[in-house]
């Protein structure tokens, strides 16, 4: 008897001193529409909280077959699945590309994620953390943008 071909994808969120992750999900495809079989993680430096958020989630997809949604909520752990989520989905695309957010005060689109993940949810509060939008204001839509591609379940 043949063994059908699975699908295999790996995927890595990193976020740089926090928590960092590989994952590796399976799909078989015996039929029109391939079937999540496993989910595996290959690398984990992750807290106790994203450890519980990805277990739950992982065990919700393979229940239903499927990678799922990332779970709704603004901490942390929520983000971080949703970006694992939607990376293995193939719709991981933040809104802003370039390196640099704020070029009055040469804050980085890394620093105004930081600070979003870190618990920092409104405009004003990215600011206090990083200075982002406090010169010309030209980089608060981009800000707000962030925060809504980090705080909002898609």
């Not at 740089?16 to 690398?43: C, F, H, K, N, Y």
């Not at 779970?71 to 983000?79: K, L, Q, S, Y």
């Not at 590309?97 to 509060?125: F, K, L, Y």
């Amino acid at each position: 008897m043949q063994v059908p071909p699975a699908h295999i994808k790996n995927i890595e969120v990193d976020w740089l001193g926090r928590d960092q992750v590989e994952i590796e999900a399976r799909w078989e495809s015996q039929t029109s529409s391939p079937r999540l079989q496993a989910m595996e993680l290959r690398m984990a430096v992750i807290c106790s909280e994203v450890r519980q958020a990805l277990q739950v989630w992982i065990q919700d997809c393979l229940r239903a077959g499927q990678v799922l949604e990332g779970p709704e909520g603004r901490g942390h752990a929520e983000m971080f699945v949703r970006e694992v989520s939607l990376k293995l989905r193939d719709q991981f695309t933040p809104p802003f590309a370039e390196t640099e957010m704020c070029h009055c005060r040469v804050v980085t689109t890394a620093q105004v994620d930081r600070a979003v993940v870190s618990g920092c949810h409104s405009p004003r509060e990215v600011s206090r953390a990083t200075t982002a939008s406090t010169s010309c204001g030209t980089c608060r839509p981009d800000v707000e943008a962030w925060i809504r591609f980090r705080c909002e379940a898609r």
